[in-house]
């Protein structure tokens, strides 16, 4: 299974009415002509990285809010869990997709809850993916028993247990 890529290209002629603008990027090269007038932008990729040796993550950043005029992120949203003592491992996630402060926090908080859950997932070299169980009363009994069970099974995984 191939490594999904993601990102955004920037056209970087001036001239051009699509100047610094986002042309959102799906398993993507390294060039990246503008579509409105065909010169070489540049492309932002979405990166992830982290500091430390510990098994266990209490902090993720979210750098968001990407400024191609000056090839800067203007923000950062940290999520920390601060009931871990000890020197644990930063998180980072660079990403040109994320605009807004709300939505840096909730990839911030999915990705800190991820990486503890899957032992290892920083080490793939690939974004954390959140998934999702979702448990209503209004499901067959059989449907219920099917998504408690696979919760059950989830948790016994579960590195911080």
């Known amino acids: 299974m191939t490594k999904m ?6 056209c970087e002629n001036m001239d051009c009415e699509d100047y ?3 042309v959102f990027l799906l398993n993507h090269g390294d060039t990246f002509y503008c579509p409105r007038c065909r010169q070489l932008g540049r492309v932002e990729k979405e ?3 982290y500091t430390g040796s510990s098994d266990i993550f209490k902090e993720v950043r979210v750098e968001y809010h990407f400024d191609p ?4 992120y203007r923000e950062i949203a940290i999520v920390r869990d601060e009931s871990l003592w000890g020197r ?6 660079q990403s040109p997709l994320i605009k807004t402060e709300k939505r840096a926090l909730k990839v911030a908080e999915a ?4 990486l503890n859950r899957y032992h290892g997932a920083a080490d793939a070299g690939e974004l954390p993916r959140t998934s999702e169980i979702i448990l209503s009363f209004d499901d067959s009994r059989e449907d219920f028993q099917r998504k408690i069970e696979k919760l ?3 948790l016994e995984q579960d590195f911080l247990q």
């Not at 890529?5 to 920037?10: E, K, L």
């Not at 005029?69 to 800067?72: K, L, V």
């Not at 990705?111 to 991820?114: A, M, P």
């Open 47 to 49: 990166r992830a990285f």
């Open 88 to 93: 644990n491992n930063i998180y980072t996630l």
């Open 5 to 10: 890529t993601r990102g955004v290209g920037y």
């Open 69 to 72: 005029i000056n090839n800067i």
């Open 152 to 154: 059950g099974r989830e």
């Open 20 to 22: 610094a603008k986002g």
């Open 111 to 114: 990705i800190l809850s991820d």
